[in-house]
């Protein structure tokens, strides 16, 4: 556990996709899951967690549509603001707590990317996942792998230092789910200057609820 403040992401929001690493890793993310999972234009997506959107928006042509939640209003306004100057069709904005993890509706995919570190209890959200998870639908959540608290330079708002792929594995066993993998979905490079290397790699797990 760290700090278990909160993270001013509304004050983020205006400037997220500023930040080089944060766009590449959410095209990497993207990339994995598109080759990985067998997208369809007939699916129901939500994107827990979206931020600024930029995975939400990369994954919406492979869908027939994606929702897009965040609890923080700054970044669901990012969000739609994109959504309106792509005159985009498919893209909901949507308000949730991430505390209360209480959820509704129902999807074939549920992705979540960076988001889970800043849950308390990933284990009853993955619960949660499942419920509102259609039959033969799937899970694609990426987060850190395990590190040892040196990724965030400020750890407001951080629950976790990352995750190992036991977790994961046994988690979605624990929820009868099928098709585990976790996989290495991209690397991220912190390192600076003459500080030594700083790498972080991102897993991706995948994993499928049972007809």
């Known amino acids: 556990m760290q700090n278990q403040g909160k993270r001013d992401f509304d004050a983020a929001a205006a400037g997220w996709d500023e930040e080089p690493r944060r766009v590449k890793l959410a095209q990497e993310v993207v990339t994995v899951i598109c080759r990985e999972l067998p997208l369809a234009t007939e699916m129901?997506?939500?994107?827990?967690g979206c931020g600024s959107g930029l995975v939400t928006l990369g994954l919406q042509p492979f869908v027939g549509r994606i929702t897009g939640a965040d609890s923080s209003q700054g970044m669901l306004q990012v969000l739609s603001r994109k959504v309106r100057e792509r005159g985009i069709t498919?893209?909901?904005a949507k308000f949730i707590d991430l505390e209360q993890q209480r959820l509704d509706g129902s999807y074939d995919l549920i992705v979540s990317s960076m988001t889970l570190h800043h849950v308390h209890n990933v284990a009853?959200?993955?619960g949660s996942f499942v419920q509102i998870l259609n039959p033969g639908g799937w899970l694609a959540l990426a987060d850190l792998e395990s590190e040892d608290g040196s990724f965030h330079d400020d750890s407001t708002g951080v629950y976790h230092r990352g995750f190992d792929r036991e977790f994961f594995s046994s988690v979605c066993s624990r929820n009868s789910?099928?098709?585990?993998?976790i996989i290495t979905a991209a690397?991220?490079?912190k390192s600076k200057g003459s500080g030594g290397r700083r790498l972080y790699p991102v897993l991706l797990c995948l994993a499928r609820k049972r007809v």
């Open 44 to 48: 129901e997506a939500l994107d827990y």
């Open 90 to 92: 498919n893209v909901v």
């Open 124 to 126: 009853a959200l993955i």
């Open 177 to 181: 789910l099928t098709d585990i993998r």
């Open 187 to 189: 690397t991220i490079d």
